[in-house]
């Protein structure tokens, strides 16, 4: 069974940056390297949407509200991805899930970004 933790989630001012990391564990683990990953987000009535993934060989798509902003990132060694959260903004508050898979089939729990104006 894959489990994802994510971690780095927190409150920030506007402007300011987080890092997000999403560690995988479990017996499938070891073949992390093979899998694209994703984050999401979700803000209070609104939908998941797609943050920015990664494919397995590294190359990452974002979404374009988040470019220039965000990069993903990810370390096969450490079975873990990234989410470096740069100029943060009020929208960006929500709660972000790290997914594996494209489309993803499994979930981390999340983690909350808060962002005041």
């Known amino acids: 069974q894959v489990q994802l933790v994510e971690s780095g989630g927190g409150l920030v001012q506007a402007g300011e940056s987080l890092r997000l990391s999403c560690a995988a564990s479990?017996?499938?683990?070891?073949?992390?390297?093979?899998?694209?990953m994703a984050w999401y987000r979700q803000a209070p009535g609104k939908q998941r949407e797609l943050v920015a993934a990664?494919?397995?060989?590294?190359?990452?798509n974002y979404a374009d509200s988040v470019k220039g902003r965000f990069t993903i990132s990810r370390d096969n060694a450490k079975n873990t991805v990234y989410l470096q959260m740069n100029s943060l903004k009020p929208e960006d508050a929500a709660v972000y899930y790290c997914?594996?898979?494209?489309?993803?089939?499994?979930w981390g729990q999340g983690t909350q970004v808060t962002v005041s104006s």
């Open positions: 997914g594996r898979g494209s489309p993803p089939s499994y």
């Open positions: 479990g017996a499938a683990y070891s073949g992390f390297r093979t899998w694209p």
């Open positions: 990664i494919t397995s060989g590294g190359r990452p």
